[in-house]
């Protein structure tokens, strides 16, 4: 419970498991910058946060949009003060047979999970550098580890952001800011109830016999986020409850 009124964007925080991480850094003290498109999510996330006592602020900006982004980092600056704590989670997840997928779909989801979080990293890092702190967590996937049906697209954007997560961190590991990934394993959300899977009946072939929640990921964010993890840079907290190890 640490945070101490940092300023935390949390993307894609109108939903499922980035809601939760909203929540949960707001419960440790931060002040929230929701970032989605989706602006009836993000008002409730917002609502949620304040009615609970905490501090939170609802954007409407697509995070794959270079000019959205720039303009909702500096209503956030203005409104909230300099951002301390990223968290790129917006992401989308189609599945399309490998031949079916259309050119243009391939590039709105990489556009969206992994040139939108460079676009994001490039935005608000100036903010940490200045401070000389700074925490930047990717949820990429662990359909990286596993593959996924249907999901060339999708596993190929989450891939690149895993190496992109490390190659910041080796590069800026003297500066103060650490860039951490989460993994998600199956995750009760509504992205995942509108996936082509039987959720109840395939928690049941999971070690644990149950999905993650958004407090599940939201946890492992949090540590990675917090003052405590400072020694930690380019590293992945695997949140799948024991479904793939290593
Ligand atoms: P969700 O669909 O419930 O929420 C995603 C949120 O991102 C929505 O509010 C949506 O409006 C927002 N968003 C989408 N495109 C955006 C854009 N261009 N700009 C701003 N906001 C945008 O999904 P979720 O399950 O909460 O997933 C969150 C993240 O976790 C995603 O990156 C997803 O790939 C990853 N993930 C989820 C699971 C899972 O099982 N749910 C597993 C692995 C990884």
Same mark, same amino acid.
């Given at each position: ?20 991480? /909203? ?8 002040? !929230? #910058? +929701?970032?989605?498109? @989706? %602006?009836?999510? $993000?008002?409730? *996330? ?26 909702? /980092? ?8 300099? !951002? #301390? +704590?990223?968290?790129? @989670? %917006?992401?989308? $997840?189609?599945? *399309? ?150």
């Amino acid at each position: 419970r640490s945070l101490n009124g940092k300023v935390a964007v949390v993307t894609g925080a109108g939903s499922g498991i980035g809601r939760g991480i /909203a929540i949960r850094l707001a419960e440790d003290t931060a002040k !929230i #910058a +929701i970032w989605d498109i @989706n %602006a009836v999510g $993000a008002a409730e *996330t917002a609502r949620l946060i304040e009615e609970a006592g905490g501090t939170a602020i609802a954007l409407d900006a697509d995070c794959s949009d270079k000019a959205a982004i720039h303009a909702a /980092a500096e209503e956030t600056r203005t409104r909230l003060g300099p !951002i #301390a +704590i990223l968290v790129n @989670n %917006a992401g989308i $997840a189609p599945f *399309t047979p490998f031949m079916d997928i259309e050119d243009d779909l391939f590039d709105k989801t990489v556009h969206i999970n992994l040139r939108g979080p460079y676009l994001l990293t490039k935005e608000v890092l100036p903010d940490m550098l200045a401070a000389g702190w700074g925490r930047v967590v990717n949820i990429t996937s662990s359909s990286v580890q596993s593959g996924s049906f249907a999901q060339v697209h999708y596993v190929s954007s989450k891939g690149g952001l895993m190496g992109m997560t490390k190659a910041l961190a080796l590069e800026f590991a003297a500066s103060g800011v650490t860039f951490n990934m989460v993994p998600p394993g199956f995750i009760d959300t509504p992205m995942l109830r509108s996936a082509p899977i039987d959720v109840d009946a395939f928690a049941q072939t999971l070690p644990m016999k149950r999905v993650g929640t958004p407090e599940d990921i939201a946890a492992a964010v949090a540590y990675l986020a917090s003052e405590e993890a400072s020694y930690i840079t380019g590293q992945t907290i695997s949140t799948n409850g024991g479904r793939y190890m290593g």
